[in-house]
């Protein structure tokens, strides 16, 4: 069946450095890839989506492109703050037997970025 | 535009007993989806609801189940409780036929002793 496979965290970077959290799926078809945030205490926010081969999703300085030849769409930011903070999850959007639309979920990645 | 909504906040319950969990949806949004996020994984699905009526599932016993309402809100309800059930639970609101983003509230913790 369709997944989603995250990097490991958690990931420690200082202030301004340069983050990438990969992600890497598994899926018959085409679907829609997202990247949600879930700060802590908090429930889940969509961060970006592509939904299509090449699109690039951004939002918030973040940005993910959807790669069809790797199965990647890696989360990348140029400058991170202590507010990127975070839970980041990678998701793809999956029908089942019913033809009805789910997420399906890596496991997180936990980023602290540090003063 | 008011976001989506869960009640109760944090809930504790016994091992065997029954809990019912609520959700409204986004202003706008007509498909409720459920999630269970066990502490330090992702979420998984539990069941969609549109029209009243379940939409899919995912690997859950029947003891999970569910309503929706005309407002389109929605109800979770787990019966005889065990240890395991203890998560979050995420709903998720969005709307039929659109490219399929999802809107969540902030969650219910349950905790079963």
């Known amino acids: 069946g369709n997944s989603v496979t995250q990097m490991e965290g958690p990931v420690t970077l200082s202030e301004e450095a340069f983050l990438t959290i990969n992600c890497t799926y598994t899926?018959?078809?085409?679907?829609?890839l997202f990247w949600y945030v879930q700060y802590p205490g908090e429930g889940l926010q969509l961060l970006l989506k592509?939904?299509?081969a090449d699109d690039k999703g951004s939002n918030k300085g973040f940005e993910a492109t959807y790669r069809k030849e790797t199965t990647s769409f890696h989360l990348e930011k140029g400058s991170v703050q202590v507010s990127d903070s975070a839970v980041y999850f990678c998701?793809?959007?999956?029908?089942?037997?019913?033809?009805?639309?789910?997420?399906?979920w890596g496991l997180g990645t936990s980023l602290a970025v540090n003063p | 535009e008011t976001g989506v909504t869960q009640s109760p906040t944090h809930l504790i319950k016994t091992r065997g007993q029954q809990v019912t969990l609520r959700c409204s949806s986004q202003?706008?949004?007509?498909?409720v989806s459920w999630y269970q996020q066990a502490l330090g994984q992702g979420p998984q699905f539990i069941f969609q609801?549109?029209?009243?009526?379940?939409?899919g599932r995912g690997n859950f016993p029947p003891r999970f189940s569910g309503l929706q309402f005309p407002n389109y809100s929605s109800e979770l309800n787990v019966n005889a409780l065990e240890l395991d059930d203890s998560a979050l639970y995420l709903c998720?609101?969005?709307?039929?036929?659109?490219?399929?983003?999802?809107?969540f509230g902030p969650g219910t913790r349950l905790t079963v002793l």
């Open positions: 592509a939904t299509k």
């Open positions: 899926a018959t078809g085409y679907p829609s």
């Open positions: 609801y549109y029209r009243e009526e379940e939409n």
């Open positions: 998720a609101s969005s709307v039929s036929g659109s490219t399929d983003t999802q809107y």
């Open positions: 998701a793809l959007s999956d029908r089942d037997a019913g033809n009805n639309r789910k997420l399906i």
């Open positions: 202003s706008g949004h007509n498909t």
